[in-house]
Structures are given as structure tokens and as C-alpha cells.
T-cell receptor, first 119, second 113 residues
Framework: GAVVSQHPSRVICKSGTSVKIECRSL??????MFWYRQFPKQSLMLMAT?????????EQGVEKDKFLINHASLTLSTLTVTSAHPEDSSFYIC???????????????FGPGTRLTVT | KQEVTQIPAALSVPEGENLVLNCSFT??????LQWFRQDPGKGLTSLLL?????REQTSGRLNASLDKSSGRSTLYIAASQPGDSATYLC????????????FGKGTMLLVSP
């Protein structure tokens, strides 16, 4: 149980285009989803937290107009990187949490990540 | 600002050795601490989660300890195997805001046959 998927696993796009990454909780309802970014040999940095049906909360330094997050249902959150540039190339990982049961309280379940390369 | 530090950054050992990975955190008001494994280009695999009220957790050859007062956690791997080669991340969980995780940079482990 507690499986989180991400799609796509890899994406290459041209500079200036937008890319959408999906994060799905497959066997539980995710009241909260988190988006992280990881640069090579660096730790995961939290970008934003989203609760189903409400606006995402962004961490300091993360541009909300560039990284659009939508959490429209209890099983799906999307991250759209708008007008992508080469410096946005990174590994994006989502996680999901269900406070209503299933596993230790407050545990986050992580997706497999999406490798974004902007050329 | 909460910070998590992992030492060493990289470790290379021969197969069969027992080893210890270290994690320290600056804010001792953690709710839980998790250890993850990350293979190259892959996502995270949760290994052990220790609640703040616990002192250790064990799973197979892995044992994780937590000392809140000193701000430290260790991950002990017994009888290491080449398949254990990966990056090990620790993350401290805090209840402020939405209960977020603060990650260390990881320890890259290489176990040679």
C-alpha cells in the first residue's frame, strides 16, 4: 500500500515551453502533497505544499507563477513548469500524505521522481 | 532555520563490513526522523521511520537510533552487501506548518565485492 506514481519519469523540452508533471496516490487519498526539487548531489529541497482544493503554499524563493501547482482531487497533484529554462533542469519528486489513516501518522510517501531537462 | 547534516558525504567499504552513517539536526523539536535510500536517478525508498518518542527502529540488517537531546541519529548497516550501494538520506520531520521534512545531503555508500 501507499504507492505514489509520477508521470512522466523523464522529459526533455525546449527553452521557453511549459511542462506538466503529474503526481498520483494510487491506493490512498492524499490530503496533502509536497513537491521537492533535487539538484545533482544535493539534498531534496521543498518547493511547495498543497492541500486538496486549496492554493499551494510555496517555500521562500520559489516563484509561484513559474511553478504552478494544482491539487484538484485527493489522488492527483500537478506541477507545471512554465517558460522553462535550462536552469530549471532538475529532478522533481513529489510526496503524499494521508492524515486519515494508513501508515504512521505524518509519514510521507514518495513518488519515483521526474527528470526534467531543458535544452 | 532547521538544518540536517550527514557525515560522511561518501563512504567506501568492502563487502561484509558493519558500518554507521551519521545524521545530525539543529532543531531538536522533531516529530520523527526518517532514513531513505536513493539509487542513482531514482526516487526515495523509505527504510526506517522513528517517532520522537522512540529511540530506535530495526528492519533486517538495518538499525536506526534517535537521540533527540543531542540532535543525532545513526543508521547502522550490518554485514554490508554490494546491493546496499546507494545514497542514504535522513530527513527530520517537524510539525510546524504542514509537517514538513528537512533533508540532509546524503551519504553515498559504495560496497565493493
Amino acid at each position: 500500500g501507499a504507492v505514489v506514481s509520477q508521470h512522466p519519469s523523464r522529459v526533455i523540452c525546449k527553452s521557453g515551453t511549459s511542462v506538466k508533471i503529474e503526481c498520483r496516490s494510487l491506493d490512498f487519498q492524499a490530503t496533502t502533497m509536497f513537491w521537492y526539487r533535487q539538484f545533482p548531489k544535493q539534498s531534496l529541497m521543498l518547493m511547495a505544499t498543497s492541500n486538496e482544493g486549496s492554493k499551494a503554499t510555496y517555500e521562500q524563493g520559489v516563484e509561484k507563477d513559474k511553478f504552478l501547482i494544482n491539487h484538484a482531487s485527493l489522488t492527483l497533484s500537478t506541477l507545471t513548469v512554465t517558460s522553462a529554462h535550462p536552469e530549471d533542469s532538475s529532478f522533481y519528486i513529489c510526496s503524499a500524505r494521508d492524515l486519515r489513516g494508513g501508515g504512521p501518522k505524518y509519514e510521507q510517501y514518495f513518488g519515483p521522481g521526474t527528470r526534467l531537462t531543458v535544452t | 532555520k532547521q538544518e540536517v547534516t550527514q557525515i560522511p558525504a561518501a563512504l567506501s567499504v568492502p563487502e561484509g563490513e558493519n558500518l554507521v552513517l551519521n545524521c545530525s539536526f539543529t532543531d531538536s523539536a522533531i516529530y520523527n526522523l526518517q532514513w531513505f535510500r536513493q539509487d542513482p536517478g531514482k526516487g526515495l525508498t523509505s527504510l526506517l521511520l522513528i517517532q520522537s518518542s522512540q529511540r530506535e527502529q530495526t528492519s533486517g540488517r538495518l538499525n536506526a537510533s534517535l537521540d533527540k537531546s543531542s540532535g543525532r541519529s545513526t543508521l547502522y548497516i550490518a554485514a554490508s552487501q554490494p546491493g546496499d550501494s546507494a545514497t542514504y538520506l535522513c530527513a527530520a520531520g517537524y510539525l510546524s506548518g504542514y509537517s514538513t521534512l528537512t533533508f540532509g545531503k546524503g551519504t553515498m555508500l559504495l560496497v565493493s565485492p
